[in-house]
Protein backbone atom coordinates (compact mmCIF):
# COMPACT_ATOMS: atom_id res chain seq x y z
CA UNK A 1 0.00 0.00 0.00
CA UNK A 2 1.63 3.01 -0.83
CA UNK A 3 2.28 5.67 1.73
CA UNK A 4 1.78 9.28 0.76
CA UNK A 5 5.18 11.64 1.13
CA UNK A 6 3.51 13.48 3.40
CA UNK A 7 2.78 10.66 5.97
CA UNK A 8 6.20 9.02 6.09
CA UNK A 9 6.81 12.53 7.50
CA UNK A 10 5.68 11.90 11.45
CA UNK A 11 6.84 15.55 12.42
CA UNK A 12 5.10 17.34 10.12
CA UNK A 13 1.54 18.85 11.44
CA UNK A 14 -1.58 19.69 8.90
CA UNK A 15 -4.46 21.80 9.07
CA UNK A 16 -7.38 21.07 8.26
CA UNK A 17 -9.47 24.20 6.61
CA UNK A 18 -13.30 23.64 6.40
CA UNK A 19 -14.46 25.74 3.00
CA UNK A 20 -17.90 24.39 2.63
CA UNK A 21 -20.22 22.25 4.50
CA UNK A 22 -18.44 18.92 3.50
CA UNK A 23 -14.91 19.65 1.65
CA UNK A 24 -12.03 20.36 3.32
CA UNK A 25 -8.42 20.66 2.01
CA UNK A 26 -5.43 19.09 4.07
CA UNK A 27 -2.57 21.67 4.19
CA UNK A 28 0.88 20.53 5.23
CA UNK A 29 3.25 22.47 7.31
CA UNK A 30 6.84 21.55 8.26
CA UNK A 31 7.69 20.80 11.71
CA UNK A 32 9.14 23.83 12.18
CA UNK A 33 6.02 26.65 11.28
CA UNK A 34 4.26 23.38 13.20
CA UNK A 35 5.59 24.23 16.35
CA UNK A 36 4.48 27.49 17.26
CA UNK A 37 0.54 27.45 18.22
CA UNK A 38 0.40 23.19 17.37
CA UNK A 39 -2.25 22.16 19.58
CA UNK A 40 -0.86 19.10 22.05
CA UNK A 41 -2.34 15.61 20.70
CA UNK A 42 -3.92 13.03 22.71
CA UNK A 43 -1.32 10.62 22.26
CA UNK A 44 1.21 13.69 24.12
CA UNK A 45 -1.24 13.67 26.96
CA UNK A 46 -1.90 9.41 26.93
CA UNK A 47 2.27 9.07 26.92
CA UNK A 48 2.57 11.78 29.85
CA UNK A 49 0.37 9.48 32.08
CA UNK A 50 1.61 6.16 30.54
CA UNK A 51 -1.27 4.78 28.54
CA UNK A 52 -1.44 3.99 24.97
CA UNK A 53 -4.37 5.60 23.24
CA UNK A 54 -4.79 3.20 19.90
CA UNK A 55 -6.95 3.23 17.37
CA UNK A 56 -7.54 -0.35 14.98
CA UNK A 57 -6.68 0.64 11.53
CA UNK A 58 -7.31 -0.63 7.62
CA UNK A 59 -4.07 -0.32 6.00
CA UNK A 60 -5.95 0.27 2.72
CA UNK A 61 -6.59 3.84 4.11
CA UNK A 62 -2.51 4.64 4.51
CA UNK A 63 -2.59 6.40 1.01
CA UNK A 64 -5.09 9.13 2.59
CA UNK A 65 -2.99 11.92 3.77
CA UNK A 66 -6.23 13.10 6.93
CA UNK A 67 -6.57 9.37 8.02
CA UNK A 68 -2.34 9.04 7.93
CA UNK A 69 -1.83 11.79 9.39
CA UNK A 70 -4.78 11.77 12.13
CA UNK A 71 -3.60 8.65 12.89
CA UNK A 72 0.25 9.22 13.43
CA UNK A 73 -0.49 12.39 15.28
CA UNK A 74 -2.98 11.21 18.01
CA UNK A 75 -2.04 7.98 18.50
CA UNK A 76 0.76 5.70 19.77
CA UNK A 77 -0.71 2.29 19.74
CA UNK A 78 -2.50 0.70 16.34
CA UNK A 79 -4.71 -2.83 15.86
CA UNK A 80 -5.38 -4.20 12.41
CA UNK A 81 -9.02 -4.14 12.08
CA UNK A 82 -8.73 -7.14 9.76
CA UNK A 83 -6.06 -7.99 8.73
CA UNK A 84 -4.45 -10.06 11.42
CA UNK A 85 -7.16 -12.19 11.10
CA UNK A 86 -7.16 -15.59 9.68
CA UNK A 87 -8.96 -14.98 6.47
CA UNK A 88 -6.04 -12.51 5.61
CA UNK A 89 -3.14 -14.43 7.00
CA UNK A 90 -3.67 -18.08 6.06
CA UNK A 91 -6.21 -17.87 3.12
CA UNK A 92 -5.35 -21.32 2.26
CA UNK A 93 -4.48 -23.92 4.48
CA UNK A 94 -0.34 -23.56 5.21
CA UNK A 95 0.16 -20.65 2.89
CA UNK A 96 0.84 -17.41 4.99
CA UNK A 97 0.52 -13.60 3.55
CA UNK A 98 1.36 -10.86 6.21
CA UNK A 99 1.71 -8.23 3.58
CA UNK A 100 -1.42 -6.07 4.72
CA UNK A 101 -0.22 -7.20 8.65
CA UNK A 102 2.74 -6.03 7.51
CA UNK A 103 2.39 -2.74 6.49
CA UNK A 104 0.35 -1.85 9.91
CA UNK A 105 3.10 -2.37 11.53
CA UNK A 106 6.05 -0.58 9.09
CA UNK A 107 3.21 2.21 9.88
CA UNK A 108 3.19 1.66 13.70
CA UNK A 109 6.96 1.60 13.41
CA UNK A 110 7.87 4.78 10.98
CA UNK A 111 5.46 6.38 13.57
CA UNK A 112 6.90 5.54 16.63
CA UNK A 113 3.66 3.43 17.73
CA UNK A 114 3.20 0.32 19.62
CA UNK A 115 1.02 -2.53 17.78
CA UNK A 116 -1.50 -4.66 19.43
CA UNK A 117 -1.85 -7.98 17.27
CA UNK A 118 -5.58 -9.30 16.88
CA UNK A 119 -6.64 -12.34 17.16
CA UNK A 120 -5.58 -15.50 17.01
CA UNK A 121 -8.79 -17.42 17.94
CA UNK A 122 -11.88 -16.53 17.51
CA UNK A 123 -15.00 -18.64 16.81
CA UNK A 124 -16.32 -16.45 13.38
CA UNK A 125 -14.61 -14.87 10.18
CA UNK A 126 -12.47 -17.91 9.60
CA UNK A 127 -11.43 -19.28 6.43
CA UNK A 128 -13.62 -21.28 4.22
CA UNK A 129 -10.91 -23.63 3.95
CA UNK A 130 -10.94 -24.10 7.71
CA UNK A 131 -14.31 -23.89 8.71
CA UNK A 132 -15.52 -26.45 5.79
CA UNK A 133 -12.52 -28.61 5.81
CA UNK A 134 -14.03 -31.46 8.00
CA UNK A 135 -10.43 -31.81 10.08
CA UNK A 136 -9.82 -34.56 13.02
CA UNK A 137 -9.16 -32.76 15.90
CA UNK A 138 -5.48 -34.12 15.88
CA UNK A 139 -5.90 -32.11 11.99
CA UNK A 140 -7.16 -29.24 13.80
CA UNK A 141 -4.55 -28.58 16.83
CA UNK A 142 -2.05 -29.38 14.18
CA UNK A 143 -3.32 -26.21 12.01
CA UNK A 144 -3.81 -23.91 14.96
CA UNK A 145 -0.27 -24.38 16.59
CA UNK A 146 1.73 -23.72 13.15
CA UNK A 147 -0.65 -20.67 12.66
CA UNK A 148 -0.03 -19.59 16.29
CA UNK A 149 4.06 -20.46 15.98
CA UNK A 150 4.27 -18.78 11.62
CA UNK A 151 2.12 -15.75 12.96
CA UNK A 152 3.03 -14.76 16.08
CA UNK A 153 6.88 -15.56 15.31
CA UNK A 154 6.58 -13.49 12.66
CA UNK A 155 5.83 -10.50 14.87
CA UNK A 156 7.80 -11.50 17.70
CA UNK A 157 9.18 -8.71 19.31
CA UNK A 158 7.48 -5.96 16.51
CA UNK A 159 3.91 -6.88 18.25
CA UNK A 160 3.98 -6.29 21.82
CA UNK A 161 0.36 -7.34 22.64
CA UNK A 162 -1.90 -10.33 21.28
CA UNK A 163 -5.23 -10.75 21.28
CA UNK A 164 -4.70 -14.51 21.89
CA UNK A 165 -8.29 -16.03 22.16
CA UNK A 166 -11.26 -13.72 21.29
CA UNK A 167 -14.89 -13.85 22.37
CA UNK A 168 -15.09 -17.70 23.85
CA UNK A 169 -17.77 -16.97 26.39
CA UNK A 170 -21.61 -16.27 25.84
CA UNK A 171 -23.70 -13.93 28.02
CA UNK A 172 -24.85 -16.29 30.52
CA UNK A 173 -20.97 -17.28 30.98
CA UNK A 174 -20.79 -20.69 29.18
CA UNK A 175 -17.83 -21.55 26.82
CA UNK A 176 -19.15 -21.07 23.09
CA UNK A 177 -19.38 -23.98 20.83
CA UNK A 178 -17.18 -23.68 18.32
CA UNK A 179 -14.40 -24.73 15.92
CA UNK A 180 -11.77 -24.35 18.71
CA UNK A 181 -13.67 -25.54 21.51
CA UNK A 182 -15.54 -28.61 20.15
CA UNK A 183 -16.35 -28.16 16.44
CA UNK A 184 -14.93 -30.51 16.90
CA UNK A 185 -12.45 -28.71 18.52
CA UNK A 186 -8.29 -29.13 19.29
CA UNK A 187 -8.59 -32.57 21.18
CA UNK A 188 -10.02 -30.88 24.39
CA UNK A 189 -13.72 -30.50 23.68
CA UNK A 190 -15.36 -30.64 26.95
CA UNK A 191 -12.58 -29.92 29.17
CA UNK A 192 -13.68 -25.51 29.74
CA UNK A 193 -11.24 -23.52 29.38
CA UNK A 194 -8.56 -26.03 28.69
CA UNK A 195 -8.58 -25.42 25.13
CA UNK A 196 -7.63 -21.38 25.71
CA UNK A 197 -4.65 -22.43 28.24
CA UNK A 198 -3.31 -24.80 25.31
CA UNK A 199 -3.36 -21.97 22.84
CA UNK A 200 -1.62 -19.30 25.23
CA UNK A 201 0.73 -21.37 26.23
CA UNK A 202 1.57 -22.08 22.07
CA UNK A 203 1.59 -18.56 21.90
CA UNK A 204 3.76 -17.94 24.78
CA UNK A 205 6.42 -20.27 23.01
CA UNK A 206 6.10 -18.04 19.86
CA UNK A 207 6.64 -15.01 21.22
CA UNK A 208 7.87 -14.84 24.94
CA UNK A 209 7.89 -11.47 25.50
CA UNK A 210 4.74 -10.59 24.04
CA UNK A 211 1.76 -9.80 26.37
CA UNK A 212 -1.21 -12.12 26.18
CA UNK A 213 -4.60 -10.71 26.61
CA UNK A 214 -8.46 -12.59 26.35
CA UNK A 215 -10.26 -10.20 24.42
CA UNK A 216 -14.24 -10.18 24.99
CA UNK A 217 -17.36 -7.61 24.78
CA UNK A 218 -20.00 -7.32 26.82
CA UNK A 219 -17.80 -7.73 30.08
CA UNK A 220 -17.01 -3.97 30.47
CA UNK A 221 -19.07 -4.60 33.87
CA UNK A 222 -19.65 -7.33 36.35
CA UNK A 223 -21.87 -9.97 34.95
CA UNK A 224 -22.26 -13.62 34.49
CA UNK A 225 -19.49 -13.39 31.10
CA UNK A 226 -16.96 -11.18 33.33
CA UNK A 227 -17.16 -13.28 36.10
CA UNK A 228 -16.50 -16.75 34.15
CA UNK A 229 -13.90 -14.34 32.73
CA UNK A 230 -12.65 -13.58 35.76
CA UNK A 231 -12.92 -17.40 37.20
CA UNK A 232 -10.98 -18.38 34.44
CA UNK A 233 -8.06 -15.78 34.79
CA UNK A 234 -7.59 -16.51 38.22
CA UNK A 235 -7.51 -19.99 37.77
CA UNK A 236 -4.57 -19.38 34.82
CA UNK A 237 -2.93 -17.19 37.29
CA UNK A 238 -2.61 -19.66 39.94
CA UNK A 239 -1.38 -22.41 37.76
CA UNK A 240 1.09 -20.58 36.12
CA UNK A 241 -1.16 -20.38 32.40
CA UNK A 242 0.92 -17.18 30.52
CA UNK A 243 -1.88 -14.92 30.51
CA UNK A 244 -1.00 -10.98 30.96
CA UNK A 245 -4.33 -9.06 30.13
CA UNK A 246 -7.83 -8.45 29.74
CA UNK A 247 -9.63 -6.88 26.85
CA UNK A 248 -12.54 -4.71 27.65
CA UNK A 249 -14.33 -4.04 24.11
CA UNK A 250 -16.32 -1.71 25.14
CA UNK A 251 -18.67 -1.54 21.97
CA UNK A 252 -21.30 0.37 23.03
CA UNK A 253 -24.73 0.37 21.09
CA UNK A 254 -27.06 1.89 23.71
CA UNK A 255 -26.07 4.12 25.80
CA UNK A 256 -29.28 4.21 27.59
CA UNK A 257 -28.93 0.31 28.50
CA UNK A 258 -25.07 -0.13 28.75
CA UNK A 259 -24.13 -0.42 32.53
CA UNK A 260 -20.59 1.05 33.07
CA UNK A 261 -21.36 2.11 36.80
CA UNK A 262 -19.18 -1.73 37.66
CA UNK A 263 -16.55 -0.90 35.12
CA UNK A 264 -14.22 -0.10 38.06
CA UNK A 265 -15.25 -2.55 40.33
CA UNK A 266 -14.34 -4.76 37.03
CA UNK A 267 -11.23 -3.53 36.42
CA UNK A 268 -9.60 -3.78 39.71
CA UNK A 269 -10.34 -7.22 40.60
CA UNK A 270 -8.79 -8.17 37.24
CA UNK A 271 -6.03 -6.14 38.80
CA UNK A 272 -5.83 -7.73 41.51
CA UNK A 273 -4.80 -10.65 39.98
CA UNK A 274 -2.06 -9.52 38.48
CA UNK A 275 -3.01 -8.56 34.86
CA UNK A 276 -2.76 -5.66 32.71
CA UNK A 277 -6.48 -4.32 31.10
CA UNK A 278 -7.08 -2.73 27.65
CA UNK A 279 -10.10 -0.52 26.67
CA UNK A 280 -9.49 -2.33 22.99
CA UNK A 281 -12.22 -1.34 20.75
CA UNK A 282 -14.28 1.45 22.34
CA UNK A 283 -17.06 3.07 20.12
CA UNK A 284 -20.60 4.48 20.92
CA UNK A 285 -23.48 4.30 18.44
CA UNK A 286 -25.57 6.88 18.37
CA UNK A 287 -28.77 7.02 15.16
CA UNK A 288 -26.93 8.33 11.99
CA UNK A 289 -28.62 9.72 8.98
CA UNK A 290 -28.41 8.19 5.68
CA UNK A 291 -24.87 9.97 4.96
CA UNK A 292 -23.45 8.37 8.09
CA UNK A 293 -23.75 11.51 10.02
CA UNK A 294 -25.17 12.03 13.44
CA UNK A 295 -28.89 12.46 13.45
CA UNK A 296 -28.95 14.62 16.95
CA UNK A 297 -26.50 16.60 17.57
CA UNK A 298 -27.15 16.25 21.21
CA UNK A 299 -26.01 12.67 21.05
CA UNK A 300 -22.63 14.16 20.65
CA UNK A 301 -22.33 15.29 24.03
CA UNK A 302 -24.14 12.18 25.55
CA UNK A 303 -21.67 10.38 23.36
CA UNK A 304 -18.74 12.55 25.06
CA UNK A 305 -19.91 12.15 28.22
CA UNK A 306 -19.80 7.91 27.93
CA UNK A 307 -15.92 8.21 26.53
CA UNK A 308 -15.34 10.27 29.18
CA UNK A 309 -16.23 8.31 31.87
CA UNK A 310 -14.60 5.15 30.47
CA UNK A 311 -11.18 7.34 30.13
CA UNK A 312 -11.70 8.09 33.69
CA UNK A 313 -12.04 4.98 35.12
CA UNK A 314 -9.22 3.68 32.83
CA UNK A 315 -6.72 6.47 33.83
CA UNK A 316 -7.72 6.19 37.65
CA UNK A 317 -6.83 2.14 37.52
CA UNK A 318 -2.93 1.74 37.19
CA UNK A 319 -3.45 -2.15 35.30
CA UNK A 320 -5.32 -0.26 32.41
CA UNK A 321 -2.85 0.68 30.04
CA UNK A 322 -4.01 0.70 26.74
CA UNK A 323 -7.09 2.65 25.52
CA UNK A 324 -8.33 2.23 22.11
CA UNK A 325 -11.00 3.07 19.46
CA UNK A 326 -12.37 0.59 16.80
CA UNK A 327 -10.92 3.18 13.92
CA UNK A 328 -9.98 6.43 13.25
CA UNK A 329 -12.49 8.22 12.07
CA UNK A 330 -16.63 7.51 11.58
CA UNK A 331 -15.41 7.63 7.70
CA UNK A 332 -14.58 4.31 8.24
CA UNK A 333 -16.43 2.37 10.96
CA UNK A 334 -18.03 -1.48 10.87
CA UNK A 335 -20.75 0.67 13.40
CA UNK A 336 -23.47 1.12 10.29
CA UNK A 337 -23.18 -2.36 9.13
CA UNK A 338 -23.10 -4.00 12.43
CA UNK A 339 -26.34 -2.05 13.32
CA UNK A 340 -27.75 -2.22 9.43
CA UNK A 341 -27.57 1.59 9.19
CA UNK A 342 -29.17 2.84 12.31
CA UNK A 343 -26.81 4.07 14.17
CA UNK A 344 -22.66 4.71 14.14
CA UNK A 345 -20.36 7.89 14.11
CA UNK A 346 -19.30 6.54 17.16
CA UNK A 347 -15.32 7.47 17.11
CA UNK A 348 -13.23 10.17 18.37
CA UNK A 349 -12.72 11.97 14.94
CA UNK A 350 -15.97 12.75 12.47
CA UNK A 351 -16.00 11.79 8.67
CA UNK A 352 -13.84 14.63 7.95
CA UNK A 353 -11.07 14.33 10.25
CA UNK A 354 -12.33 16.96 12.40
CA UNK A 355 -12.40 15.80 16.55
CA UNK A 356 -15.55 15.41 18.18
CA UNK A 357 -16.77 16.69 21.79
CA UNK A 358 -15.95 12.85 22.53
CA UNK A 359 -12.27 13.66 21.31
CA UNK A 360 -12.38 16.66 23.75
CA UNK A 361 -13.62 14.67 26.83
CA UNK A 362 -10.49 12.11 26.44
CA UNK A 363 -8.08 14.68 26.13
CA UNK A 364 -9.47 16.68 28.72
CA UNK A 365 -9.42 13.26 31.07
CA UNK A 366 -6.05 12.55 30.11
CA UNK A 367 -4.48 16.07 30.30
CA UNK A 368 -5.74 16.42 33.89
CA UNK A 369 -4.58 13.25 35.14
CA UNK A 370 -1.48 13.13 37.00
CA UNK A 371 1.80 11.18 36.01
CA UNK A 372 1.91 7.52 36.32
CA UNK A 373 4.99 5.44 35.85
CA UNK A 374 5.17 3.46 32.92
CA UNK A 375 4.63 -0.50 33.41
C1 LIG B 1 -15.04 -6.47 12.97
C2 LIG B 1 -14.52 -5.52 11.91
O1 LIG B 1 -14.63 -4.21 12.40
C3 LIG B 1 -15.32 -5.70 10.65
O2 LIG B 1 -14.75 -4.92 9.61
C4 LIG B 1 -15.33 -7.16 10.24
O3 LIG B 1 -16.19 -7.32 9.14
C5 LIG B 1 -15.81 -8.03 11.37
O4 LIG B 1 -15.01 -7.81 12.51
N1 LIG B 1 -15.16 -7.71 17.89
C6 LIG B 1 -13.89 -7.91 17.45
C7 LIG B 1 -13.47 -7.32 16.16
O5 LIG B 1 -13.07 -8.48 18.16
O6 LIG B 1 -12.53 -8.12 15.49
C8 LIG B 1 -14.66 -7.08 15.26
O7 LIG B 1 -14.20 -6.39 14.10
C9 LIG B 1 -15.72 -6.29 15.98
C10 LIG B 1 -16.22 -7.07 17.17
New binding site residues.
Given amino acids: MPETELTGQPRKRFVRFRLFASVSIVVVFGAAGSARGAAPSLREQAARIGIQVGA ?1 V ?1 PAHFSEPPYALTLAREFNLVEP ?2 VM ?1 WPATEPARGLFNFEAADAVVAFAERHRMKVRG ?2 LV ?1 S ?2 NPAWLTQGQFTPQQLSAILHNHILREVGHYAGRVFAW ?1 VV ?2 AFDARGNLKHSIWYDQPGIGLAGGGSAYIERVFRWARAADPKALLFY ?1 D ?1 DVEGLNAKSDAIYAMVKDFKARGVPIDGVGL ?1 M ?1 IFNFDTHNLSSLPANMARFAALGVQVHI ?2 MDVAIPIRTDGRPANLPDLRRQAEIYRQVAASCVAQPACTGFQT ?2 VTDRY ?2 MP ?2 TKGRAGAGLLFDQDYAAKPAYRAVFDVFSNAPARSKR
Fill in positions: ANENKHNWVHDNENYQHTEWGSWAA
